[in-house]
């Protein structure tokens, strides 16, 4: 790999994946602009690259997760989490908002419904793009769903369920839309049954972007229309609960049809009042909760 041709490579990337996997790429980039190896002329270039690249790989060793348009990078002052690409920054920024809003506008009682938001600044690289960098609270012993399998009983989903919408309940209290309830954004602590909803990004009443690969999963309004509300939030709750039970009884899927017409209005609006029905529902079908011990 020629000096120039690295260089530039080196100085566009945003992470250690935009320029290979592994070690093997590392050594063939620092082969290729090692200071040692260059010319007096190219010295201080390379001392500029030498030291980006060194900066990417040691990110990506302490890398703790690829979401759909950042990586999670482990500090010691939390979890940065870093856009891949500059044209991403104003989601972080909408993220941002939507975890101040609920800091200063939810109610306190509910707060681990959410990771907290620790700090948010612009960050330049070597080419001065700026991409907007937030700094969250790690959620130790969390698990996305997207990792525990469909088919589970509706027993175990039952608890997932109810506390996916005491915190829906508590951000549209707050004022504030998730916009992309998905299995990668719901993370579930096994042993102690706990639930938060991360990436933050999509929240806003007019949407600017969807997880392409979860498109199915979106209403009409969102895709249609750019828009949503807490009835967005709340049918996409309802899909992603459904699809992770193996054949829910009936009057859970008559239940999960009221939450899923194509029309929002034709919803519920409130989450907490619907958990109300929900545990109706569960207290008919299974008699008091008790807690069931969950394994992935």
Same mark, same amino acid.
């Given at each position: 790999? $020629?000096f120039? =041709?690295?260089v530039a $490579?080196?100085e $566009?990337?945003?992470?250690?994946?935009?320029l290979? *996997?592994g070690?093997?790429a590392?050594?063939?980039?620092?082969?290729?602009?090692?200071?040692?190896?260059?010319?007096d002329?190219?010295?201080?270039?390379?001392?500029?690259?030498f030291?980006?690249?060194?900066?990417?790989?040691e990110?990506?060793?302490r890398?703790?997760a690829?979401?759909?348009?950042?990586d999670?990078?482990?500090?010691p002052?939390?979890?940065?989490?870093?856009?891949r690409?500059?044209?991403?920054s104003? #989601?972080?920024?909408a993220?941002a908002?939507?975890l101040?809003?609920l800091?200063?506008k939810?109610?306190?009682?509910?707060?681990?419904?959410?990771?907290? #938001?620790?700090?948010s600044?612009l960050h330049?690289?070597?080419?001065r793009?700026?991409?907007r960098?937030n700094?969250l609270?790690?959620?130790d012993?969390?698990?996305?769903?997207?990792?525990?399998?469909?088919r589970?009983?509706p027993?175990?989903v039952?608890?997932?369920? $109810?506390?996916l919408?005491?915190?829906?309940g508590?951000?549209?209290r707050?004022?504030?839309?998730?916009?992309?309830?998905?299995e =990668?954004?719901?993370?579930i602590h096994?042993?102690q049954? !706990?639930?938060a909803l991360v990436?933050w990004?999509y929240s806003?009443?007019?949407?600017?972007?969807?997880?392409?690969?979860?498109?199915?999963a979106?209403?009409p309004?969102?895709?249609? *229309?750019?828009?949503?509300?807490p009835?967005t939030?709340?049918?996409?709750?309802?899909?992603?609960?459904?699809?992770?039970?193996q054949d829910?009884?009936?009057? #859970?899927?008559r239940?999960?049809?009221?939450c899923?017409?194509?029309?929002?209005?034709?919803?519920?609006?409130?989450?907490?009042r619907l958990l !109300?029905?929900l *545990?109706?529902?569960l207290h008919?079908?299974y008699?008091p909760?008790?807690?069931?011990p969950?394994v992935?």
């Amino acid at each position: 790999m $020629r000096f120039a =041709e690295a260089v530039a $490579r080196i100085e $566009r990337a945003g992470s250690f994946a935009e320029l290979g *996997d592994g070690e093997a790429a590392y050594r063939a980039y620092a082969k290729a602009v090692h200071p040692d190896a260059v010319t007096d002329a190219q010295s201080a270039t390379a001392n500029r690259a030498f030291a980006q690249l060194s900066k990417l790989y040691e990110q990506r060793s302490r890398r703790v997760a690829v979401g759909d348009i950042a990586d999670l990078v482990a500090d010691p002052k939390g979890l940065l989490k870093i856009p891949r690409s500059p044209a991403d920054s104003d #989601l972080m920024e909408a993220e941002a908002v939507a975890l101040k809003a609920l800091r200063d506008k939810g109610d306190p009682k509910y707060r681990a419904y959410a990771p907290r #938001l620790i700090d948010s600044y612009l960050h330049e690289d070597g080419e001065r793009k700026r991409r907007r960098v937030n700094v969250l609270e790690r959620l130790d012993g969390f698990v996305p769903l997207s990792v525990i399998g469909a088919r589970r009983d509706p027993r175990d989903v039952a608890w997932m369920w $109810r506390r996916l919408l005491v915190g829906l309940g508590w951000a549209h209290r707050a004022g504030v839309v998730h916009g992309a309830v998905l299995e =990668e954004h719901v993370l579930i602590h096994p042993e102690q049954h !706990g639930v938060a909803l991360v990436d933050w990004c999509y929240s806003a009443t007019r949407v600017k972007a969807v997880v392409a690969k979860r498109r199915d999963a979106y209403p009409p309004e969102v895709l249609q *229309d750019k828009t949503a509300g807490p009835a967005t939030d709340i049918y996409m709750a309802t899909g992603l609960m459904t699809r992770l039970m193996q054949d829910p009884p009936k009057a #859970l899927r008559r239940f999960a049809d009221g939450c899923s017409y194509d029309k929002p209005r034709m919803r519920p609006q409130d989450a907490w009042r619907l958990l !109300g029905e929900l *545990d109706d529902i569960l207290h008919s079908l299974y008699g008091p909760r008790t807690f069931r011990p969950f394994v992935i």
